[in-house]
Structure formats: C-alpha cells, structure tokens
C-alpha cells in the first residue's frame, strides 16, 4: 500500500507499475462521511488483496499464476493496480483493462488522462473538458482584467506535474495568451 502526499508522485507511480505488468486497474473514491476512518479502510483493502507481500512472495505468486496487486491512495482516491493470473480475491469484476487510456479524476476541478503518447511512452494531458474550462477561465480574466484571478490560475496550472501531454497543452495556452495579451492590451509575465 502506498499513500502518496502529492499529486507528482502519485503520476510518477502509476506509469511505473502499469508499464511492468499492471494490467487491470480499479479506481475507488473514500466517501466524505468516511474519510476519518481512512486508515482503517486502506487496511481491510491491504489485507483483501495482499498489497503489502514481499518481492519474493510476489515473484512465487508470479510463477505459481496468481495475480499480484498494488493499492495507491491519493487524498479520497484510492486504485488498485492488478497483475494478469488467476484470482483469488472477490469483486474481480470491477477491475478494468488498461487499454492505453486511463481517466484519474483527481477532484471536481482536474482530471487528468494516462495515455500512451505516439511514442508508446505513458504520459499525462489534463482531460479535454476540463483544460476547456481553465483555458475559458484565463480568457474571462483577460476580458475583465482581473490579474488576481490570473495569476491565481497560473500557479494552479503551474503546479501540474510537467509530462509531455500536458506540455503541449502548456504551450497551446501560452500561444492563446499572447494572443489575449494583444486584444486585452494586458502586460501580465506567465510563469511556465
């Protein structure tokens, strides 16, 4: 079980283990009323699928054709990660394919997309609906030339984790800026 504090190393992770064999995936959120008994549901959760084996135990488990699996938990978000082989454990139904695309919905303000990119490489780009929402957001600033609201809105897209998906979303924005900077008549600096 891996409790992740920040959203890159929760990125960082999932690319890693999808990419050795991690196959399938479950993706479960904490309900609100249950967020202070946290600890005790990652538990019962570690325990039903077995996350905390050792690598000698995983590798017998390998071999024998039984199914390894990986618990990560981010804030309310939990997912389970789950090797190919028999199962053992019950509701083996929810777990889902990696199919190349993998939906993280992080909060109701950003979710973010797992895909493999032309190279075949796992990287991340902010969900098309969502970047449509903040690229409409900075527009209103520059309309109403509200630099608060602005530069709030920099730091909050700044402080994505940077892979090449969203790298080219970064740089999609900053061609619109220069473009609203021109029509709002705005000298605002942009960070990334």
Do not use: Q
């Given at each position: 079980m891996k409790i992740y504090e920040t959203l890159t190393e929760l990125c960082q992770a999932l690319p890693k283990y999808i990419?050795?064999?991690?196959?399938?995936y479950r993706i479960t959120r904490i309900p609100p009323e249950k967020v202070s008994k946290t600890a005790q549901i990652l538990k019962r959760l570690s325990n039903t699928y077995q996350t905390e084996l050792t690598q000698g135990k995983r590798q017998y488990r390998r071999k024998k054709g039984l199914?390894?699996?990986?618990?990560?938990?981010?804030?309310?978000?939990?997912?389970?990660l789950k090797t190919p082989g028999t199962e053992e454990t019950e509701n083996e139904?929810?777990?889902?394919?990696?199919?190349?695309?993998?939906?993280l919905v992080i909060s109701?303000?950003?979710?973010?997309?797992?895909?493999?990119?032309?190279?075949g490489v796992l990287t991340y780009r902010i969900e098309r609906e969502t970047f449509n929402r903040m690229r409409s957001m900075f527009e209103q600033s520059f309309k109403s030339k509200n630099g608060k609201?602005?530069?709030?809105?920099?730091?909050?897209?700044?402080?994505?984790?940077?892979y090449k998906g969203i790298g080219h979303q970064k740089k999609q924005l900053i061609r619109d800026f220069k473009e609203w900077q021109k029509e709002h008549k705005t000298k605002w600096k942009l960070t990334f």
């Open positions: 990419g050795n064999g991690y196959k399938y199914s390894n699996y990986s618990l990560f938990c981010y804030r309310d978000l939990v997912i389970i139904t929810d777990f889902k394919t990696f199919n190349g695309s993998l939906s109701k303000y950003l979710t973010l997309i797992l895909y493999r990119d032309e190279r609201k602005f530069h709030t809105l920099v730091k909050m897209f700044d402080n994505l984790p940077y």
